[in-house]
């Protein structure tokens, strides 16, 4: 079977598309990365893809909110064929600034504002994967390891609860909530579970040696290259 191809959209200061890239030609696909005037510039490219996936970093710098920016580069470049893009069931992901974008452009519910205690927060954080409809995390049996890097990442919706009956939560810190999301929630999905949007960065642990316990054999069986696996299974079958 031929890797499903998938794109990797980045902007004026995104950091992660590499890692993003790794992670997804690991779990199986054939990734490029295309910045989002690129994008704008040749739509038609949405078309010849299965996966599409949005860098973390700080596009523009932050500027006038995370992900702002980057969010009216595609709503104003591609947003109808991104509307199409979801609608026809394939994968998304958005990891950190792609999460803050995916909220802004409205494909996820809720919205990211800056963490509780005020400060930046970079270090690992454990995540469970409760029951979803999510696509992203399906069949994965047990917590997954990874870093966050972020100054606005508290979850914040009005009624977690029924999210979370929708099957839409995700992911959930299973370590302290680093940020003070709502309802702990490090993750979620659209209604359909194509979409995924994150805070926490699992590109960031897609090989053992990632790992800060790596030489004491610690985190291995938890690797964030979980989750690419299954979006990249979904892809293949498009």
Not at 75 to 89: N, Q
Not at 194 to 217: I, K, S
Not at 224 to 236: E, M, P, T, Y
Request: hydrophobic share 45%; glycine share 14%.
């Amino acid at each position: 079977m031929s890797a499903p191809p998938a794109l990797v959209i980045a902007g004026p200061g995104t950091n992660r598309d590499r890692d993003l890239g790794l992670a997804l030609e690991l779990a199986g696909a054939d990734p490029t990365i295309v910045l989002a005037s690129e994008l704008a510039e040749h739509p038609e490219l949405l078309a010849d893809t299965r996966l599409l996936a949005i860098a973390g970093g700080f596009s523009y710098g932050d500027a006038l909110g995370a992900g702002r920016m980057l969010a009216l580069d595609l709503s104003v470049g591609v947003g109808d064929a991104l509307r199409e893009f979801v609608a026809s069931g394939r994968p998304v992901i958005g990891v950190c600034n792609g999460f803050q974008v995916l909220t802004r452009t409205k494909l996820l519910p809720g919205a990211l504002g800056h963490n509780a205690h005020g400060r930046f927060e970079c270090r690992w954080v454990v995540l469970d994967p409760p029951q979803s409809r999510c696509l992203w995390t399906k069949a994965i049996d047990g917590p997954i390891h990874c870093p966050i890097a972020h100054g606005e990442g508290r979850y914040v919706h009005p009624d977690p609860d029924a999210l979370r009956e929708a099957g839409q939560v995700a992911l959930v810190y299973r370590s302290t909530n680093p940020n003070g999301s709502v309802a702990d929630i490090a993750g979620v999905c659209n209604a359909a579970g194509n979409v995924l949007g994150l805070m926490p960065h699992p590109e960031n642990f897609v090989v053992g040696r990632q790992h800060p316990h790596f030489l004491r054999g610690g985190g291995l069986d938890h690797l964030g290259l979980q989750l690419f696996r299954n979006g990249v299974a979904a892809a293949a079958e498009m």
